[in-house]
């Protein structure tokens, strides 16, 4: 390991991680960032030096700089560093180095789910007082953040298949949560998709595990051909399976877990959702496995309610429940919108900002079809994130397939349409992986 690393876009909920690890380990850290935030001032209050903006000058006496997939060959910190001969290697790699330090390396893989499934492993682990190192993508507040630093030989974190960013891991022990079409600005098709979630599973050693979901065909895919042994989860006919299902008012699910045609036992979730059902059941299987009995399980579980931005309660306007959700993907959005079918409510008025240019247009059919579940419908602009606009496709094309959908482009706009219309009764759900859930909030205030 290098002696002195510097991170490009260090504020970043993955990066900021990764640097923390390493300053915990006597390691010294820089890094740089476009903008001021609490995790710039969390990692200088640590030790880190921190620059804003992006300068050759920042590039002075490291040994190693890590960068993120965001980050082009003419960022002049990755131009300064090549001048000067030090070793650059990506955020993906930086993490896989971190994760063949530990006996246990549990990576939770799939389209949708990752953040919410990690973390509900993640209180298992705590439950069962195993002490784990824990990496999430989002804001958990039994952890007070994105990352706690464990002393054990057990390290968890979610793993994404973008860019095939995945396969630079070394996970002893994989959960498949689904395999669906996305990223398809990189990956040509589904079959190139469980291309990658099959390398994926091939890197899990024989004396590990890999669980997957018994209910997805794709992720089973991925699996088939693994060299270490597989268990799966669904409601029929997996090795655990989730049965009895009922919902309280609020949509909460209760449920009996099945290995084979064995009772293990009862779980009462702080989560909405069919599909956090099948995340818990994923994660009943895969603590089993470790060894963990199915008290601390239920502990873990039943203590978990929720990351920030997943069908996140964020207050009341006009008497209605405002709710956000970090939805971007159709099948994430149907996910949602069914949780929130078991919400005792009067009408639902759902807010979705696209997030990229390349997923709106490749999936527009079903953003559609599934947006469409919802009684009213506001679509604003499109996220751009990590594309630029090059006028292919516009949000407005989107609600334009959509009969109960309006588009509105700016924001105070979408606030005053929902101050006229929304009413006590009424539920008021911001979707998307960008900015939207400002809407929210400033509705509530």
């Known amino acids: 390991m290098a002696e002195y690393v510097h991170f490009i876009g260090i504020g970043g909920i993955s990066m900021s991680g990764i640097a923390k690890i390493l300053l915990n380990n006597g390691i010294k850290v820089s890094g740089s960032d476009i903008s001021e935030s609490d995790s710039v001032k969390e990692l200088r209050d640590l030790g880190a030096i921190v620059n804003i903006g992006h300068s050759a000058d920042n590039i002075q006496g490291q040994d190693m700089v ?4 965001a980050v082009h060959d003419d960022n002049p910190e990755i131009v300064a560093a090549k001048e000067k001969g030090i070793k650059l290697i990506d955020r993906a790699t930086m993490l896989g ?29 705590l439950a069962a007082e195993m002490d784990p190192t ?13 990352l706690r630093i464990g002393k054990s030989d057990c ?33 040509k098709d589904i079959n190139d998709i469980i291309d990658a979630f099959q390398s994926f ?14 209910e997805s065909d794709n992720a089973l895919k991925s ?5 270490a042994k597989v268990y799966t989860f669904g409601f029929d006919g997996a090795d655990f399976s989730a049965e009895n299902i009922t919902y309280s008012s609020y949509g909460y699910p209760s449920f009996d877990i099945y290995s084979g045609s064995e009772l293990i036992g009862h779980l009462e979730l702080n989560v909405v959702g069919i599909h956090n059902v099948l995340n818990a059941t994923a994660c009943a299987l895969a603590a089993s496995k470790l060894g963990i009995g199915f008290d601390m399980i239920k502990k873990g579980l039943e203590a978990f309610t929720g990351t920030k931005r997943r069908f996140e309660k964020k207050g009341f306007v006009n008497g209605a429940l405002v709710i956000d959700d970090y939805a971007h993907h159709p099948t994430e959005i149907e996910a949602t919108l069914k949780a929130l079918g078991n919400v005792n409510h009067t009408s639902e008025w759902c807010i979705f900002q696209p997030h990229t240019y390349t997923r709106t247009i490749s999936l527009m ?40 959908a309006v588009y509105i482009k700016d924001f105070k706009d979408i606030e005053q349409y929902i101050l006229e219309h929304a009413a006590e009764g009424d539920v008021v759900l911001t979707m ?12 509530c205030k």
């Open 66 to 69: 890590v960068y993120t997939s």
């Open 432 to 443: 998307g992986a960008g900015d939207v859930y400002k809407i929210g909030e400033n509705l």
């Open 223 to 227: 699996a088939e051909d693994a060299k």
């Open 134 to 146: 824990i990496m999430v993508g989002g804001k958990l507040d039994g952890i007070d953040g994105n």
């Open 155 to 187: 390290f968890i974190t979610e793993t994404c298949e973008y860019m095939r960013n995945f396969l630079k891991f070394f996970p002893t022990v994989a959960v498949i949560l689904n395999v669906e079409e996305d990223h398809l600005d990189y990956y």
């Open 97 to 125: 180095i971190i994760m063949k330090n530990y006996k246990n390396a549990i990576s939770v893989a799939g389209t949708h789910g990752k953040t919410t499934a990690t973390s509900m492993l993640a209180y298992v682990l």
């Open 365 to 404: 059919d079903d953003f559609a079809k599934a947006l469409s579940m919802a009684g009213n419908v506001i679509i604003t602009d499109i996220y751009a994130a990590r594309e630029k606009d090059t006028g292919i496709v516009h949000a407005k094309d989107l609600a334009d397939k959509i009969d109960n």
């Open 201 to 214: 599973c091939g890197l899990v050693p024989e004396d590990g595990f890999i669980v997957v979901n018994n």
